[in-house]
C-alpha cells in the first residue's frame, strides 16, 4: 500500500482553480505550492508534519506525539502546501520578526542571534512525504519563501536542520553554517544553524528533499 492509499483518511480534493503542473509516477497530478488560508488545510499540514516526522524514526522535541501538530507561529505565518490527488505531499512555513527573541525554536538559535540581521525570515517545517523525496519539491518550497521574503523586507534567513543532505541543499542556495546548535531535536544528530543574507541569490539546491 502506497503512502496516497495510507493516508486518504485525510485527503481534501484539489479545487479545479489550482495550477497542476506536473504527473508523478503516482499517475496523480500534483498541485503548484498553494499558500494555506482554510483552516481545516492548515488541519492537514499539521497531520503531515506527525507523519513525515515519525517516518524519520522520531518526532523532534517541539512536537508533541499527537494525531496533528500546529503551534502559535501557525497564526501568523505563511505555510505553503503541495498536493498530490488532493492529499498533502509537501509543506513548509515562513515566519518574518524583527524581534530575534521570537523566532520559531528559539532555544536552537541561543549563541548566534547577533549573526542575524532583523528582520529575520525564519524558514521552518518543511516537510515531505517519504514517497515524494527527491522530486525537487523543496526546492520549489524554498523559492516561495526566499521571495516571499524579499518581498517582507527581510535582512537574513534562518534555517535549523539536522539533516546532512539538507544541510548540502542550504549550502548550495546560498545559506552559511554558523555552527552547531546548542539544543537539540532529536536524539540521534545535532542539528546546525544556517543563516543567509536576503539578496538575487538563485536558490539551486543540489537535490534532496527532507523536513525540518
Not at 483518511?9 to 500534483?30: D, N, Q, W
Not at 515566519?95 to 524558514?123: N, Q, W
Not at 518550497?141 to 539538507?166: F, I, N, Y
Request: hydrophobic fraction near 45%.
Amino acid at each position: 500500500m502506497n503512502y496516497l492509499e495510507q493516508n486518504r483518511f485525510c485527503l481534501f480534493r484539489i479545487p479545479s482553480h489550482f495550477e497542476t503542473r506536473s504527473t508523478m509516477s503516482s499517475g496523480f497530478p500534483v498541485s503548484a505550492p498553494i499558500i494555506v488560508e482554510d483552516p481545516a488545510v492548515l488541519q492537514q499540514v499539521g497531520r503531515l508534519r506527525i507523519l513525515a516526522w515519525e517516518a524519520d524514526g522520531e518526532l523532534p522535541s517541539f512536537a508533541p506525539r499527537a494525531e496533528v501538530w500546529i503551534d502559535e507561529h501557525d497564526s501568523h505565518a505563511v505555510n505553503w502546501v503541495i498536493l498530490c490527488d488532493g492529499l498533502p505531499i509537501a509543506a513548509a512555513r515562513l515566519c518574518v520578526h524583527k524581534r530575534i527573541s521570537e523566532l520559531p525554536d528559539i532555544a536552537s538559535l541561543i549563541g548566534y542571534e547577533d549573526s542575524l540581521v532583523p528582520p529575520v525570515a525564519a524558514f521552518t517545517r518543511l516537510v515531505v512525504s517519504p514517497a515524494f523525496r527527491g522530486r525537487g519539491l523543496s526546492k520549489e518550497l524554498d523559492g516561495m519563501r526566499l521571495a516571499a521574503a524579499q518581498e517582507e523586507g527581510c535582512r537574513s534567513a534562518v534555517v535549523v536542520t539536522h539533516v546532512p543532505a539538507r544541510m548540502r541543499q542550504l549550502r548550495a542556495a546560498g545559506f552559511r553554517n554558523l555552527g552547531e546548535s546548542h539544543h537539540r531535536t532529536v536524539t540521534f544528530a545535532p542539528s546546525c544553524v544556517f543563516s543567509r543574507d536576503i539578496g538575487g541569490v538563485e536558490m539551486v539546491p543540489e537535490g534532496g528533499d527532507t523536513w525540518l
